[in-house]
């Protein structure tokens, strides 16, 4: 069984090769070579690297660590929606650099968000209120229906990083374009202090979003919804629940490096499935790697 961490990020601190965007400097490293020890510690044979948001849309560094490293990682990339050829964009990561997928992420789409990175998430929010300029848009206006039926032309899928109140944008886009594959990272951004599955009305909205065949979910970055340490129990009734809903073939688990590092380690990070009681060795085996090969393709 192929163990496959479907969720991280790398980056470098290197400005002179890779700069980073303006006030966006995490605080723990992401380098590719501790990445690469630590999969190596815990036996992870492949990752996907979603693009991070600190290099902005410049994906050098990922490429470089994909060129270098084509049997141990793919990548998912970043586009601008606000680039007149955001599309042209998409078609040159994927045909030419080989990538394997696009993320959304809504912060993308507002207006003004890339020229005030360097406020805090705080000061963004209030000014977003105050600026004409900056607005809220939806990632399935026509620049996002762009992209994402372009990725499902290209057959790569979609990955959202959402949180609840994006779901009706979600299931708008999953609606009219049925052929494009997509996922849902981190448990859809749902959190355990909402309600346990039935009485957790954002929970509930995306299990109900598995009417969606051509949709699987992430149980990644644990320590978004969860209210204690690794190794998270409170979250194994989601799981289950989603295990239940979407099937095991329509899960994925992933780690979140680098910011796992703090939050329990990179090795019992690859654990967590396989403490969860009740879950048949088959569907243990879809979740930690197969669902992944099966929508990205084998890690060589």
Known sequence: MAKIDSHLHVWTLDDDRYPMLPGRVPNVPGDVKRLLSSMDEAEVDGALIVQPIFHGFDHGYVNEAIKAHSDRFKGMALINPQRMDAVDQLDHLVTDKGYTGV??????????????????????????????????????????????????????????????KYFDQVDDMLSEFPETPAIIDHFGGCKVADGEPGSNANFDALIALAKHPQLRIKVSGFVGPSDGAMPHEDTWPMVKALLGAYGAERLMWGTDFPWIQSHGGYVDGTRIIGQIPDISDGDRAWIMGETATSLFGDWN
């Not at 105050?130 to 607005?135: G, K, L």
């Not at 990632?139 to 762009?146: C, F, L, P, R, V």
């Open 103 to 164: 993320r959304f992420n809504p912060a993308m789409w507002v207006l003004g968000v890339l020229e005030h990175l360097d406020l805090t998430p705080e000061e963004r929010s209030k000014h977003f209120k105050t600026c004409a300029e900056c607005q809220l848009q939806h990632m399935n206006d026509d620049a996002g229906k762009a992209i994402y039926e372009k990725a499902g032309e290209l057959g790569v899928p979609v990955g959202f990083m959402v949180s609840p």
